[in-house]
């Protein structure tokens, strides 16, 4: 599990508005093979920033001041994505990184089937395939995260909030990535629906051994899922640890503050009724 | 001291195409001043269809809902004399509040309508309204919605809710659509509220955590129906219904994780 995947070494972006914005700061972080890194902070920290940030998604007026971002690709090739040409960079991302998007409810294409958009990821970055291999991927994806093949031909308004939230994870998987980012997949979904979605991603990680950047500010979540969690405030990363060790052992006040925003399901209780 | 009797309602929609869907089967229970209730249940077990029969935007099919012994009223003034007795605060700030208002006029119109004070002391009033909920008055008296953080509008929604002095307050998932950060403030808030002047409140969420923290008790729902009603720590500590047992255990909870993984592999 120490072998790593992903090296961010203190990477800057900032928003040049009128009044610039440094949105990410001089951070430092390395996601290693096979493991689910949280990232954690309240709205506002940059940690959507981040993620966005380390794959060029970006757009002006955000600017990457300085930093790099290595990719250490299971064929032993190193890849500097700050020095990727354009062309390099399609063909890199949703292969090599996929994402899952925040609100599964809109991040869909209202007027396309799930399993013409599900098409779609392979039209663009498998050329090669027929129209009839490109049919037989949709179904296993569908199958994989269990909609069933039924559902290629509905519409997304026909799907329920979970159902639609494992499209969005069939996507991210259609090229069997090595890492998927996943920007708050649960936060829109009741806590049955959620533990369903956590089970699935559990399962996908243990079949397909990818790694996961898993961004919320549900701490209590985190916790459970994470190996290791980064907390991020204002644009820097203040504790990087073990999550039992941000558990029993925060260092940063911040984290501390942090953890305790939120009540205790089955703790004594801080305050008496 | 009002309280407020849901008997034995129950609420079927007719759908085109789908037949009857009963919303709610059977349901009741007393809400007090001075109390307040968590309700709880995952999306579509009937939470949000208590609150609107409760504030009478839906009438129930059947069974009944008393003020102080006595049938709700269902039109006219006599029904919005009961909505100003018993009020709302909406999930979402960012769509429950008006954008071409300022801020003043949300908390001026519920104290005009409600006649609570006199003409020449609404001005002070909705100062004093803006101070209970912990905003800077002078600084957000005059600004509109839109120049308003989320926290700081849902603080806004409750000093409307507030406004007519009610007895009760229904709250449907008011901080689900805030920060993490700023759920606890607004929660925190509402409960000294709550406290200061014996309000009763029904908290209706899905996070099992902070229902159970600002509740006395708690009523699960699933599909339309109550599996469980008890004190705040009985329903969570000592779950009876395998439903609720489910939802406890769906819920993330470090403390019971990592004392679970300390006894086994993760």
Same mark, same amino acid.
């Given at each position: 599990?120490?072998?790593?995947?992903?090296?961010?070494?203190?990477?800057?972006?900032?928003?040049? *508005?009128?009044?610039? /914005?440094?949105?990410?700061?001089?951070?430092?972080?390395?996601?290693?093979?096979?493991?689910?890194?949280?990232?954690?902070?309240?709205?506002?920290?940059?940690?959507?920033?981040?993620?966005?940030?380390?794959?060029?998604?970006?757009?002006?007026?955000?600017? &990457? @001041?300085?930093?790099?971002?290595?990719?250490?690709?299971? =064929?032993?090739?190193?890849?500097?994505?700050?020095?990727?040409?354009?062309?390099?960079?399609?063909?890199?991302?949703?292969?090599?990184?996929?994402?899952?998007?925040?609100?599964?409810?809109?991040?869909?294409?209202?007027?396309?089937?799930?399993?013409?958009?599900?098409?779609?990821?392979?039209? /663009?970055?498998? @050329?090669?395939?027929?129209?009839?291999?490109?049919?037989?991927?949709?179904?296993?994806?569908?199958?994989?995260?269990?909609?069933?093949?039924?559902?290629?031909?509905?519409?997304?308004?026909?799907?329920?909030?979970?159902?639609?939230?494992?499209?969005?994870?069939?996507?991210?998987?259609?090229?069997?990535?090595?890492?998927?980012?996943?920007?708050?997949?649960?936060?829109?979904?009741?806590?049955?629906?959620?533990?369903?979605?956590?089970?699935?991603?559990?399962?996908?990680?243990?079949?397909?051994?990818?790694?996961?950047?898993?961004?919320?500010?549900?701490?209590?979540?985190?916790?459970?899922?994470?190996?290791?969690?980064?907390?991020?405030?204002?644009?820097? &990363?203040?504790?990087?640890?073990?999550?039992?060790?941000?558990?029993?052992?925060?260092? +940063?006040?911040? *984290?501390?503050?942090?953890?305790?925003?939120? @009540?205790?399901?089955?703790?004594?209780?801080?305050?008496?009724? | 001291?009002?309280?407020? =009797?849901?008997?034995?309602?129950?609420?079927?929609?007719?759908?085109?195409?789908?037949?009857? &869907?009963?919303?709610?089967?059977?349901?009741?229970?007393?809400?007090?001043?001075?109390? *307040?209730?968590?309700?709880?249940?995952?999306?579509?077990?009937?939470?949000?269809?208590?609150?609107? &029969?409760?504030?009478?935007?839906?009438?129930? *099919?059947?069974?009944?809902?008393?003020?102080?012994?006595?049938?709700? @009223?269902?039109?006219?003034?006599?029904?919005?004399?009961?909505?100003?007795?018993?009020?709302?605060?909406?999930?979402?700030?960012?769509?429950?509040?008006?954008?071409?208002?300022?801020?003043?006029?949300?908390?001026?119109?519920?104290?005009?309508?409600?006649?609570?004070?006199?003409?020449?002391?609404?001005?002070?009033? /909705?100062?004093?309204?803006?101070?209970?909920?912990?905003?800077?008055?002078?600084?957000?008296?005059?600004?509109?919605? +839109?120049?308003?953080?989320?926290?700081?509008? !849902?603080?806004?929604?409750?000093?409307?809710?507030?406004?007519?002095?009610?007895?009760?307050?229904?709250?449907?998932?008011?901080?689900?659509?805030?920060?993490?950060?700023?759920?606890?403030?607004?929660?925190?808030?509402?409960?000294?509220?709550?406290?200061?002047?014996?309000?009763?409140?029904?908290?209706?969420?899905?996070?099992?955590?902070?229902?159970?923290?600002?509740?006395?008790?708690?009523?699960?729902?699933? !599909?339309?129906?109550?599996?469980? +009603?008890?004190?705040?720590?009985?329903?969570?500590?000592?779950?009876?219904?395998?439903?609720?047992?489910?939802?406890?255990?769906?819920?993330?909870?470090?403390?019971?994780?990592?004392?679970?993984?300390?006894?086994?592999?993760?």
């Amino acid at each position: 599990m120490n072998e790593p995947l992903l090296s961010v070494r203190d990477f800057s972006v900032r928003y040049e *508005t009128a009044a610039p /914005v440094d949105a990410v700061r001089d951070v430092s972080l390395t996601v290693h093979r096979g493991e689910v890194l949280g990232l954690a902070g309240e709205s506002g920290c940059g940690k959507t920033t981040l993620a966005y940030g380390v794959q060029r998604l970006l757009k002006p007026p955000a600017v &990457i @001041p300085g930093g790099s971002v290595t990719w250490h690709d299971a =064929d032993g090739t190193d890849v500097d994505l700050l020095a990727l040409s354009a062309d390099a960079l399609r063909a890199f991302r949703w292969d090599k990184i996929s994402m899952v998007f925040q609100g599964a409810m809109s991040a869909l294409n209202p007027v396309a089937t799930v399993g013409a958009q599900l098409a779609d990821v392979f039209e /663009v970055h498998r @050329p090669g395939m027929s129209r009839a291999e490109r049919t037989a991927a949709v179904v296993e994806l569908l199958e994989i995260v269990k909609v069933g093949a039924a559902r290629i031909k509905s519409y997304p308004h026909e799907l329920s909030g979970g159902m639609r939230q494992r499209i969005m994870i069939a996507m991210a998987l259609a090229l069997r990535p090595q890492l998927v980012v996943m920007d708050e997949p649960t936060t829109a979904l009741d806590v049955l629906v959620q533990r369903e979605i956590l089970r699935e991603i559990t399962g996908l990680r243990e079949a397909f051994g990818f790694s996961v950047v898993f961004i919320t500010h549900d701490l209590p979540l985190l916790l459970e899922i994470s190996d290791r969690i980064a907390i991020m405030r204002a644009g820097r &990363i203040v504790e990087i640890d073990t999550a039992p060790n941000i558990w029993f052992r925060p260092q +940063h006040e911040y *984290t501390r503050t942090l953890l305790s925003s939120f @009540p205790r399901l089955t703790a004594e209780r801080q305050v008496t009724r | 001291m009002t309280s407020i =009797d849901v008997q034995g309602v129950s609420k079927t929609y007719r759908v085109r195409g789908a037949g009857a &869907i009963n919303a709610l089967e059977d349901v009741s229970f007393t809400l007090s001043s001075g109390q *307040t209730i968590g309700m709880v249940g995952q999306s579509g077990s009937g939470k949000s269809t208590v609150a609107k &029969i409760l504030t009478q935007m839906e009438r129930p *099919t059947s069974g009944q809902v008393l003020l102080d012994g006595r049938p709700v @009223p269902t039109r006219g003034a006599a029904l919005r004399a009961y909505r100003q007795r018993l009020r709302m605060v909406f999930q979402d700030p960012f769509s429950s509040l008006n954008p071409y208002h300022s801020i003043r006029h949300h908390i001026e119109r519920p104290l005009v309508l409600s006649g609570v004070v006199p003409a020449d002391e609404v001005d002070a009033e /909705v100062h004093r309204l803006l101070d209970k909920v912990q905003l800077d008055a002078g600084a957000v008296v005059d600004r509109r919605p +839109h120049e308003l953080s989320g926290g700081q509008r !849902q603080r806004v929604a409750i000093a409307r809710a507030l406004a007519p002095r009610p007895a009760l307050l229904v709250a449907d998932e008011p901080v689900s659509m805030l920060d993490v950060s700023l759920r606890m403030g607004v929660l925190s808030l509402l409960s000294d509220i709550q406290a200061q002047d014996g309000l009763g409140v029904l908290y209706i969420t899905h996070d099992l955590a902070t229902a159970r923290y600002f509740s006395d008790e708690i009523i699960v729902l699933n !599909q339309g129906r109550v599996v469980e +009603h008890g004190s705040a720590d009985d329903v969570i500590l000592r779950p009876q219904h395998p439903y609720t047992r489910e939802l406890r255990e769906a819920s993330p909870d470090p403390e019971r994780f990592f004392v679970d993984s300390a006894g086994g592999a993760r």
